[in-house]
């Protein structure tokens, strides 16, 4: 079983940075895909970005390549978001997830396949 807490969002400026940290009970291990997804209210959760280390590979979405950067830490066992430049439109509840089947045997950001979520963290971008 693994549980997995967010933490790190908060309300900040347009061109801010944030830090979204997702903590593990329990191992997380290589060859899981561990990923971040955002929700907004009415609207599907989508993938942000994933990373799946025993392939050597992450997954960014089109809208935040180049501004947000997917880390994991073995040693505290945890998954980090670092988020720059962030505009209006990435408010959202953030979640991490983990896929530990990994059947596309890379990174990637199906919904579907990610089978432990935590609670979410709340992201506010004003301008």
């Known amino acids: 079983q693994l549980v997995l807490v967010e933490s790190g969002g908060d309300s900040v400026q347009a061109g801010g940075s944030l830090r979204l940290s997702c903590a593990a009970a329990?191992?997380?291990?290589?060859?899981?895909?561990m990923g971040w997804f955002r929700q907004t209210p009415g609207k599907e959760r989508e993938a942000v970005a994933a990373?799946?280390?025993?392939?050597?590979?992450?997954y960014y979405a089109d809208s935040v390549k180049g501004r947000f950067t997917i880390s994991l830490d073995y040693a505290k066992n945890t998954l980090y978001l670092q988020m720059n430049s962030l505009k209006p439109e990435d408010t959202a509840m953030y979640y991490c997830?983990?896929?530990?089947?990994?059947?596309?045997?890379?990174?990637?950001?199906?919904?579907?396949?990610?089978?432990?979520w935590g609670q979410g963290t709340e992201v506010t971008v004003s301008s």
């Open positions: 997830a983990a896929d530990p089947l990994v059947k596309s045997g890379r990174a990637h950001g199906d919904v579907r396949e990610y089978s432990y």
């Open positions: 329990g191992f997380i291990y290589s060859y899981y895909s």
């Open positions: 990373i799946y280390p025993a392939g050597d590979s992450t």
